[in-house]
């Protein structure tokens, strides 16, 4: 195929399914096909990061793509995280953000990124609320709006009820939505000491797609596993979000 946005489509479905050396070739195709297409590429240092664990690779990727286009939104967001997640440059990640939200003020995965790293980095719950509720007003049906307000209520307000309250608005919105149905079972386990009910919602999640629950399952163990080498104090307890920049 000669259609740039056919291989990556292809791409991004054999990642869902774990073929990650397929999928690598199917971006690699893309690339070929359309050696300056900003979105391909983006994808392609997304797909670096979260799974050949390619920081470098994805680093040059990045700034491939905004040497094309510097305001280009999902570059900037995947940066961002790159340089949150792998670099632990929090500062840069800020800006990474930030610049995203000047090319879109209202989108609901940046507004989310940029609270959490200011809940967690910079302990500015304050700011943080601000933005996710931000996001739920300019998205008041969003799964990703909606379920990161929920986690961002249980872990730092502990307000486990509206929580609850904002997941199942997240779940009435989106019922397949993975990453919701992934989060909702967290809080229920931890906390509402419910494991009856969090098996039956990762049970659901695994029906509607198996592959793609256990690689998020996998990054959330992943980050709790960071999250412990990094912090030996165990009085405070954080659960991780488990949400997709979506390329």
């Keep these: 195929s000669t259609d740039v946005g056919a291989w990556q489509t292809y791409a991004h479905c054999l990642q869902r399914q774990g073929h990650t050396h397929d999928a690598d070739t199917a971006f690699k195709r893309a690339l070929q096909v359309d050696p300056g297409h900003v979105g391909a590429i983006s994808s392609y240092g997304a797909f670096m990061h979260s ?19 510097p305001a ?99 779940l009435i919105a989106a019922p397949n939505d993975i990453p919701t149905v992934l989060n909702y079972a967290c809080v229920m386990e931890e906390g509402r000491r419910d494991p009856q009910t969090a098996d039956g919602l990762i049970a659901y999640a695994r029906s509607l797609d198996a592959a793609e629950t256990e690689r998020l399952l996998a990054q959330r163990q992943d980050e709790l596993e960071g999250m412990e080498r990094q912090d030996d104090d165990d009085d405070k307890e954080e659960e991780p979000r488990i949400t997709e920049i979506k390329t």
């Design 51 to 69: 799974q050949r664990r390619d920081v470098a690779g994805a680093k040059l990727l990045y700034d491939r793509a905004l040497q094309l286009d």
């Design 72 to 170: 280009h939104f999902q570059t900037l967001c995947n940066y961002g995280m790159l340089y949150e997640e792998a670099f632990g440059d929090y500062r840069q990640a800020q800006a990474m953000y930030e610049r995203a939200l000047e090319a879109d003020p209202t989108d609901a995965v940046a507004l989310c990124h940029l609270g959490f790293l200011l809940q967690d980095a910079f302990e500015d719950s304050n700011a943080a609320e601000r933005l996710f509720r931000r996001a739920v007003a300019a998205h008041p049906h969003s799964p990703a709006a909606l379920s990161n307000m929920a986690m961002f209520q249980y872990v730092s307000r502990r307000n486990l009820d509206f929580a609850e309250k904002l997941f199942k608005r997240a």
